[in-house]
């Protein structure tokens, strides 16, 4: 943690009295700390207390007094860009509540909220508090947002019962947050990416549909992993039911057409593309205006005539100019030797094949299994993983192909320095329907 800087955000809890001893912790490391605490933290622990310690000016409140240091309008956009990552120490049930709202009302989640680099939340909090459903169901949002959370321990609380909710011990937490900012690499540093994800739908009528199983989880954990190590993501969903990642723009469609259209226009402007999203094969030729009425079939048959809706992995590889790109095969039966054909036929350069059929690769799932495909190098097959493991060992392949010219590489990796693309002006915003969550 030597020449770490890390931002503390103290929440009113009983565990804050902690909080000056956690201050130590981190200095005695060597790191650098400053520290934001709502109003109801300092019934807990003195701004005095943190302001000697950390040897900086504490905000308390997001209007801090004028004399303070950071009376200044903007400091919650000031703060966001200093340090290495943010730690919640004490997290109160309340403040991972508004967190997991995206609420803004008092100077940590306010502080949160403009945040790009890694947050560690600490919850700690009574037994019955922790293990509401409203508790975990916040605390699953945070996780599916990429916050990282260190669970409390279970012992002995403030009320005098047992159970789980005690802040973890100080050097446990400073151990995580040195294991959080070793293992987080920038190594996708300004790569523009592109993701897909989810199912999509094909319209029959104005009320049903032809979909599939597809979740979105994985393409969405692609998507989060890539901005987490600096990557400019966009991602293309279908209809799911998924949060948008920390740092991801998004772009909702519905139909194979759609999702054609929308990384067709992305398209130019990416440096690699990941396909996660299940896109439909087929499409109704005609797609009723009115509801099909039930008593305008005849015999009790109905016949659906189906097209098939544009290839976009295989169009993708023929786009001028080529852009590596990842994508994912589905087989539940011949897996191999279907991953092997679609991966030549297709013309991408990595692909992921997963069966939900096996099991930890369920539809839904937060786990999967896969193997992955290169051309000319031996299928690696990983064990059941969550689906950010996935991502994360997917990408790392993706750089590596990167690195050494992958197909359109025109990111050096690692080091964010692009190299010119004709037609391309850096930084210029889509102008794709996006947006930024
Ligand atoms: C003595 C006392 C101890 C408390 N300890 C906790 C705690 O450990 N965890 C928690 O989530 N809330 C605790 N609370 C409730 C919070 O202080 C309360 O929800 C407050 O609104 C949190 O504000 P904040 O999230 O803005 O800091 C405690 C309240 C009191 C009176």
Not at 230 to 250: K, M
Not at 260 to 287: N, Q
Not at 341 to 353: S, T
Request: with cysteine.
């Amino acid at each position: 943690m030597k020449q770490r800087q890390v931002l503390l955000g103290v929440t009113g809890g009983i565990a804050a009295y902690k909080i000056p001893l956690l201050v130590r912790e981190f200095v005695k490391r060597g790191t650098v700390v400053r520290a934001i605490m709502t109003e109801s933290a300092k019934e807990f622990v003195t701004p005095l207390t943190l302001s000697t310690l950390t040897g900086a000016e504490v905000v308390v409140g997001t209007f801090p007094s004028a004399g303070s240091g950071h009376a200044h309008g903007t400091w919650h956009i000031d703060l966001a860009r200093w340090g290495d990552m943010l730690i919640i120490a004490p997290a109160t049930a309340n403040v991972v509540a508004r967190l997991a709202h995206g609420i803004a009302d008092d100077a940590v989640s306010t502080l949160a909220l403009a945040y790009r680099k890694e947050i560690l939340v600490c919850p700690a909090m009574d037994h019955d508090m922790w293990e509401h459903r409203a508790t975990q169901a916040n605390l699953s949002a945070l996780r599916e947002c990429g916050y990282e959370v260190l669970p409390p321990e279970v012992g002995e609380l403030a009320s005098g019962l047992t159970g789980p909710g005690r802040l973890p011990e100080i050097t446990r937490i400073a151990d995580a947050a040195e294991r959080i900012l070793a293992g987080s690499r920038l190594d996708m540093k300004g790569m523009k990416l592109l993701v897909t994800a989810g199912p999509t739908i094909e319209a029959i009528d104005p009320v049903r549909y032809i979909g599939n199983r597809s979740s979105g989880k994985m393409g969405f954990a692609v998507a989060s992993a890539a901005a987490r190590r600096g990557a400019h993501v966009t991602l293309v969903a279908g209809p799911v039911n998924l949060r948008t990642p920390r740092g991801v723009a998004r772009v909702d469609v519905e139909s194979a057409a759609e999702m054609d259209r929308a990384v067709k226009r992305l398209h130019r402007r990416t440096d690699g593309i990941v396909m996660a999203a299940a896109v439909a094969d087929f499409t109704p030729v005609t797609v009723s205006r009115r509801k099909i009425k039930k008593s305008t079939v005849k015999g009790g048959t109905m016949e659906l005539r189906l097209r098939e809706t544009p290839d976009i992995l295989k169009s993708l590889s023929t786009l001028k100019p080529r852009k590596p790109l990842v994508g994912f095969a589905l087989e539940t039966h011949d897996e191999t030797r279907n991953a092997g054909k679609k991966l030549r036929e297709k013309g991408v350069d990595l692909l992921v094949l997963n069966n939900p059929l096996r099991k930890g690769s369920e539809f839904g799932g937060d786990t999967n299994s896969v193997t992955i495909f290169t051309r000319g190098g031996k299928p690696r097959k990983l064990g059941i993983l969550p689906k950010f493991g996935v991502a994360n060992a997917l990408l790392d392949r993706l750089v590596r192909f990167m690195a050494k010219g992958g197909s359109g590489g025109r990111t050096s990796p690692g080091t964010g320095r692009k190299k010119p693309a004709a037609g391309r002006r850096p930084g210029k915003k889509s102008s794709a329907r996006r947006s930024r969550r």
